[in-house]
């Protein structure tokens, strides 16, 4: 099936968008595909989405439109999915399905657990409502209104010139693929700026000092809701000491003698990439 590639991210539903369109139905964070390809239902026949799964239309979100189809986020209560499909992890999906569906699932999933974990007001408890066509919810009693929760994340790949070329500063935590390293990476914390956050966590945890920040490129990460802000940074001092508990190795890279890096598609290798392009084009 080809699909069109443009997507609108909207809140309301168009008028006229019917629930024949995309559907993208989790159970708990993982979506269901069809077996072996990778894609998702396309459309969900009815009799499927609410006989064997049980979805409840009424709960269903409208995430936006792709070309002219309406894209569905939906729960299904079971784990068991239907004969020919399969309900597959978004992060092992990361590498297979195109990005275009990637990022409407991606969408599709925090606004799912955006309403889950804002049923009731934290202020009162009293349950809440969707406002604001779908932008946010409010709490019909206290008036207290929430939005679907961002967390904005710093990675920054450091690195200096010697006599003998390039080298970047890559560390690994113990949750990585053994063997991967990759460039740093933490959250912001209150009130912190990118660039503070980028000098802190560059001496939390691997105790160096850098300066000449660059901005390279930013993503956004549904799992669960980050958005990876990315830069580059030149070091200035300090020897590494990995950040116990946070960091299991950090090393000095020669560009030839490069470790396991991230998949191609992320925003830590396109970084890295880049870095390495400027002097090995
Ligand atoms: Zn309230």
């Known amino acids: 099936m080809i699909l069109p590639s443009h997507f609108d991210p909207l809140w309301a539903a168009p ?32 009799d499927v989405l609410h006989g064997s799964l049980r979805v409840d239309p009424g709960a269903a979100r409208f995430v936006g439109m792709l070309g002219d189809t309406p894209c569905w986020a939906a729960r299904s209560a079971h784990a068991d999915a239907p004969d020919g499909h399969a309900f597959e992890n978004m992060r092992m999906l990361f590498n297979r399905l195109p990005d275009d569906l990637l990022a409407i699932g991606g969408r599709a999933v925090q606004m799912l657990e955006f309403d889950r974990s804002h049923a009731f007001c934290g202020a009162c408890a009293t349950p809440t409502a969707i406002f604001e066509g779908g932008r946010s919810r409010k709490c019909p009693s206290c008036a207290e209104t929430y939005y679907p929760k961002v967390s904005p994340a710093m990675m920054v790949l450091i690195k200096r010139d010697t006599p003998t070329g390039r080298e970047l ?25 990118i660039e503070e956050c980028i000098h802190r966590e560059a001496f ?21 809701n980050s958005l990876m802000i990315a830069y580059v940074a ?31 598609l992320s925003i830590a290798r396109r970084l890295i990439d880049s870095v390495i392009a400027e002097v090995n084009p």
């Open 234 to 264: 030149d070091y200035v001092s300090g020897d590494i000491v990995p950040q116990e508990g946070e960091i299991e190795d950090a090393q000095w890279f020669t560009l030839d003698a490069l470790p396991q890096l991230p998949h191609r």
């Open 15 to 46: 008028a006229q968008a019917s629930h024949e369109g995309l559907w993208f139905v989790f159970h708990r964070t993982n979506l269901l595909v069809y077996t072996g390809q990778d894609v998702p239902m396309l459309p969900m026949p009815a």
């Open 169 to 193: 500063l890559l560390g690994r935590s113990a949750r990585f693929p053994r063997g991967m390293y990759s460039a740093l990476a933490g959250f912001v914390e209150p009130s912190e700026s």
């Open 204 to 224: 939390e945890e691997v105790g160096v000092k850098v300066e000449n920040l660059r901005y390279f490129s930013s993503q956004g990460w549904p799992f669960p």
